[in-house]
DNA sequence: GCTGATTTTCAATTCTTTTTGAAAATATTT
DNA sequence: AAATATTTTCAAAAAGAATTGAAAATCAGC
């Protein structure tokens, strides 16, 4: 899965280890057991880490670093939509609305008469950025809602869906 | 956008300038605005019909072939919602499978009055495997509807999820 | 079935990303 | 603050993915 979800293997691999891992973990249990070196281990963790999907976890009596995953898999995906949403998403959206207001700024003032073949060409052009536009405004409205409603409620809301076939 | 969303560059590149243009465009066009060879014009054609994105248009009186894009966002949605769950979620789900199988296979028969720690662990890892399984059933369930509503229907359904905050 | 136009294929190359490993930095204990 | 344990960094190497270009295959009309 790791390639078709643009994070390296490591990072699946540590993330999924963690996540069927009854205890916590260390560098260097991961080191041994998906046989990666060190550096490796560090900044994978660390990518985790910033994606907020695991956590540190300190021992008592124990120098080293300690991982573990969230483990309740709705929290995990409002944890994971919210990142892209930041990631994706809104830099999308935002290079849209710079295309728009360059297209917007060629295309001619209020309708001439004959509509001439080339202004007709950029109308068209317009109107595709827009519907695209208003279609990630969507995904994004839509992101913020599941993103903020409880377990319960994200549950719900998936239930409405299923219903509305 | 395209390397997080696991395509390359130029089927981007591709895709966007079919989506964008108002007349179908031929494999020459492509390399001319895109300044990509033709062979890479060839696979990334080629990668976007299989995703069912793109289609051929043959024009009367010429030889070469010509391509355009879908230009309804909600159907586009729908086109790479269903290879997705081809492509991604399935395999996924059938892998996942298989290791509930594997892990309930090795899980010991019902309840032994004192459970002990190994068995303790291995009905946790059960119980990880079945969160993960079900969720990913939920989404599943979910594309299924998402993708075969119809335009007013998914937007429906998408106004429903903003109202269940 | 021949000819010329067009498209596809694929080994070699280039470009990108990931991983390594050892040095540097940081933290902990005595 | 020295000694030791642990983590981070990053240049170099390896692995992986995309692209090229030219040969091979396909196709359309004669």
Redesign the interface.
């Known amino acids: ?1 790791a ?4 994070i390296s293997r490591s990072m699946a691999e540590v993330h999924a280890l963690l ?2 891992s ?1 205890e916590t973990l260390n560098t260097d249990d991961m080191m041994s057991r998906l046989d990666i070196s060190r550096g490796s281990a560090s900044m994978t963790l660390r990518s985790l880490l910033d994606w907020g999907v695991i956590s540190r976890v300190h021992r008592r009596g124990d120098r080293k670093e300690y991982f573990s995953a969230e ?1 309740d ?2 929290k995990l ?1 409002r944890t994971i939509l919210r990142e892209r949403k930041k ?2 998403i809104e830099p ?1 959206l935002d290079e849209l609305l710079i295309c728009r207001d360059l297209s917007a700024m060629l295309n001619p003032g209020r309708k001439k008469r004959k509509l001439d073949p080339e202004a007709a ?1 950029l109308k ?2 317009n109107d ?2 827009d ?2 536009i ?2 990630v405004e ?1 995904i994004n ?2 992101s913020n ?2 993103m ?2 409880s377990g319960k ?1 994200l549950e ?3 239930k ?3 219903k ?2």
């Open positions: 899965m390639s078709s979800w643009g996540y069927l009854d483990q898999v709705w995906f990631r994706e999308l060409r068209a052009l595709r950025l519907n695209m208003e279609f969507m409205s839509v809602h599941l903020n409603s409620g719900l809301a998936v409405l869906i299923s509305a076939s």
